[in-house]
Every structure is written in structure tokens, then in C-alpha cells.
């Protein structure tokens, strides 16, 4: 399983960046994904993430109203798109695919597969 995530970049404070994964290796739409990211210091904490057909979602509260998880099963992909981005958004970001369904799409210990992370700057 290869997950390849891409994406970041430097941005302003307010503004916007859209990340990327992209799966192969076993089938994409069988499993549910999930963005995670690690600040300096700081542990690895579930963002965002969302069900094997897109239907259930699940966000941090820390970045509700301003993140949005999506899916492409066509294309093998997963998206979060940032916007009104905080400093405090800085951090190298994961997608991650896990066999877990409905709600429990927020227990990151269920995800088994990583990328290889997209560093994200916010500058304030």
C-alpha cells in the first residue's frame, strides 16, 4: 500500500492550501481515510477523516468550520482542503487508510497505513 501526499507549502495566516493523497496498492474505496498531523513537540493528532464512501465525516475540533475532508474513489484520492489557516495549523501533515466504518472513523488507532507527510507553514 503506497499513500502519497502532496500539497503543502508556506502560506499566510487567513489563507488557503488544498493537500492531496493519492492510494494505490489495495482498493481505495474499502477503506477510510484520515488526515493527521504532528507540530514540533507536539504528538500526532486525527484532523480529519472520512468513511470508505464519503458519507461519514469526522473533524477535530480545533478545525471545524475551517477544514474539509473529501474523497474521490474514482481517482484513488483523498482531499482537505484549509482554509482561514492559523499559525498553530504549522505541521507536517499524514493521510492515512484504515479498515474501520461509521463513527469510528475518529479513533485514529485504527488507521494502519501512512504516507510519507507534506509540511505545511503557516506564517502570522
Known amino acids: 500500500v503506497q499513500l502519497q501526499a502532496s500539497g503543502g507549502g508556506l502560506v499566510q495566516a487567513g489563507g488557503s492550501l488544498r493537500l492531496s493523497c493519492a492510494a494505490s496498492g489495495r482498493t481505495f474505496s474499502n477503506y477510510a481515510m484520515g488526515w493527521f498531523r504532528q507540530a514540533p513537540g507536539k504528538e500526532r493528532e486525527l484532523v480529519a477523516a472520512?468513511?470508505?464512501?464519503?458519507?461519514?465525516?469526522y473533524y477535530a475540533d480545533s478545525v471545524k468550520g475551517r477544514l474539509t475532508i473529501s474523497r474521490d474513489n474514482a481517482k484513488n484520492t483523498v482531499y482537505l482542503q484549509m482554509n482561514s489557516l492559523k499559525s498553530e495549523d504549522t505541521a507536517v501533515y499524514y493521510c492515512a487508510s484504515g479498515a474501520t466504518i461509521g463513527l469510528s472513523i475518529a479513533n485514529g488507532a485504527l488507521y494502519d497505513y501512512w504516507g510519507q507527510g507534506t509540511l505545511v507553514t503557516v506564517s502570522s
Open positions: 472520512i468513511s470508505r464512501g464519503g458519507g461519514v465525516t
